[in-house]
């Protein structure tokens, strides 16, 4: 038996959140590195389509210090980042592509890039071991 839930009111934890809108050609498999590297302890983060990201902290306090400081992380991946609000929403998609039958020599971002560049913008690649 399938069954719809519908939330009237959003989960607590966003409270806790800051969203981030990604810089095109942001490196997404080093944001969490580096932002523990700059003694900033989120818990996870939510990607929310191709350039939006929940960075998710412990409490509200933990999310506010990271918002205020004054940190060069923020300046290397994203254009923008501000505490959530309810009326936020994702303003993008994500598109994850499978590509059989190519290759392993052709699992680069030169070759990966000139395939895709005609369907859109490409941010990035899910696979943080290819080639230059």
Known sequence: ????VIYSLKP???????LASISAGANNGKIQDDLISCDIQSTRMRFLGASQVLILFEDHPFMMHAFEADLPYWDKYVDDIKPWLSIDCAIDRLAWISIQ???????????LTTLLRSTRDIIGFDRLGLDA
């Open 1 to 4: 038996m399938k069954e719809t």
């Open 12 to 18: 607590s934890w966003l409270n806790n959140c800051l």
């Open 101 to 111: 039958g190519l290759l392993i020599v052709r699992w680069n971002r030169n070759c």
